[in-house]
């Protein structure tokens, strides 16, 4: 079997062939032309950067599909809440996140349940750090 080969011709000189593309403006649709323009007039041009764009290293994170699963388990964990609590939150784990980010707000979240309280420490003879020993009366061992 024999195949054709096939081509699209533009025979002759470009002159003679008609163009969609209006050459008036070729000029000011160069990009270095813009660019140019740009910089004649001190504007600077952030080329798809967003302005609040935050810039540092950030490698702790892990990556891409490791901050997606832990974000899914940080809105599985939000869903396991009582719902009253999700309400105050907008029903949005983001918010929940934000406010957990601000440590004003950790009292209130350990108060809430978000946040495990803080520990008490043992002074080591059974009672909590800074408590005194009982005073007064008789101790058990000495009055029998």
């Known amino acids: 079997m024999q195949r054709n080969r096939v081509s699209i011709s533009f025979k002759g000189d470009s002159k003679y062939v008609k163009s969609r593309t209006k050459q008036a403006f070729k000029k000011e649709c160069d990009i270095n032309t813009i660019l140019k323009k740009y910089k004649n007039q001190g504007v600077s041009i952030p080329l798809g950067m967003d302005p609040n764009a935050t810039f540092g290293d950030f490698s702790d994170i892990g990556d891409y599909q490791t901050m ?3 974000l899914d388990d940080a809105h599985r964990m939000f869903m396991t809440m009582p719902a009253e609590l999700r309400y105050k939150f907008g029903n949005d784990v983001s918010n929940l996140l934000e406010f957990i980010a601000d440590d004003k ?40």
């Open 68 to 70: 997606i699963a832990r």
């Open 105 to 144: 707000n950790i009292p209130e979240a350990q108060e809430l349940g978000i946040l495990p309280k803080p520990k008490v420490e043992d002074s080591g003879n059974g009672a909590p750090e800074g408590a005194q020993p009982p005073t007064g009366g008789v101790p058990a061992e000495a009055g029998a």
